[in-house]
């Protein structure tokens, strides 16, 4: 088994930054990729970014590219996700995910590709 806790969310204003964090724990060494997803009041949940262990390749929405960047230490036990230049439409609770088995054939923004998931973390961004 994997937990997952994530941190760092809270209120800011439209055009500012923050950076969340997932800690994992439990059999780490089992995760093969890592993704983030949010879900706004009465929406469902949806990716956000991806990001494989191996080889380092990177996945994003369109619409946060070149505003978040998802990283993460070596050692499979932190998961970052760096927000910036944030939008009201950014709004949402931010889930943390991670992904157990190969990556193959890695579908990355599909939630059905991953195994463990945090309790979220609450992002508002203000006009």
């Known amino acids: 088994q994997v937990q997952l806790v994530e941190s760092g969310g809270g209120l800011v204003q439209a055009g500012g930054s923050l950076r969340l964090s997932c800690a994992a724990s439990?059999?780490?060494?089992?995760?093969?990729?890592m993704g983030w997803f949010r879900q706004a009041p009465g929406k469902e949940r949806e990716f956000v970014a991806a990001?494989?262990?191996?080889?380092?390749?990177?996945y994003y929405v369109d619409s946060v590219k070149g505003r978040f960047t998802i990283s993460g230490d070596n050692g499979k036990s932190t998961v970052y996700l760096q927000m910036s230049s944030l939008k009201p439409e950014d709004t949402a609770v931010y889930y943390c995910?991670?992904?157990?088995?190969?990556?193959?054939?890695?579908?990355?923004?599909?939630?059905?590709?991953?195994?463990?998931w945090g309790q979220g973390t609450q992002v508002t961004v203000s006009p």
């Open positions: 995910a991670a992904k157990r088995g190969p990556v193959t054939l890695f579908r990355p923004s599909s939630r059905y590709e991953y195994d463990y």
């Open positions: 439990g059999r780490t060494f089992s995760t093969t990729a």
């Open positions: 990001a494989k262990w191996s080889g380092g390749n990177t």
